[in-house]
């Protein structure tokens, strides 16, 4: 499997932004994928994972409420494109947003990291106050 993240920036404090994941693979749609992100000095966290289907959606704390993840998955189910969308953002949302996927396919993934065995590159997201 292999993940491409894009769409970061430079935004304001209140401004919204869609960062995107462009996974590739044999029947990667059956591959639920997680996001987490990486500020600086901090560890790497959770931020929220979709299933494979697109049906089932989680998030931390941090960001239920303001956050949403969608993915469109395409009929030879060797792509898929996962949509995080982000809005209300805060300066401590600054991080380098990763995608990730498990190693073997899985609806549903976990919300740790070593549950994933493959990640995109990252995409960094500046948000100033």
């Known amino acids: 499997v292999q993940l491409q993240a894009s769409g970061g920036g430079l935004v304001q404090a209140g401004d919204s932004l869609n960062v995107s994941c462009a996974a590739s693979g044999r029947r990667v749609v059956n591959y639920g994928v997680g996001w987490f992100r990486q500020a600086p000095g901090k560890e790497r966290e959770f931020v929220g994972l979709?299933?494979?289907?697109?049906?089932?959606?989680?998030?931390?704390?941090s960001v239920k409420g303001r956050f949403t993840i969608s993915r469109d998955n395409a009929r030879d189910a060797a792509k898929s494109t996962v949509f995080l969308q982000m809005s209300g953002l805060k300066p401590e949302d600054t991080a380098i947003y990763y995608c990730?996927?498990?190693?073997?396919?899985?609806?549903?993934?976990?919300?740790?990291?070593?549950?994933?065995?493959?990640w995109g590159q990252g995409t960094l997201v500046t948000v100033s106050s």
């Open positions: 990730a996927v498990p190693e073997r396919p899985r609806e549903i993934p976990g919300r740790l990291q070593n549950q994933y065995g493959y």
């Open positions: 979709v299933s494979g289907n697109g049906a089932y959606t989680g998030f931390a704390d």
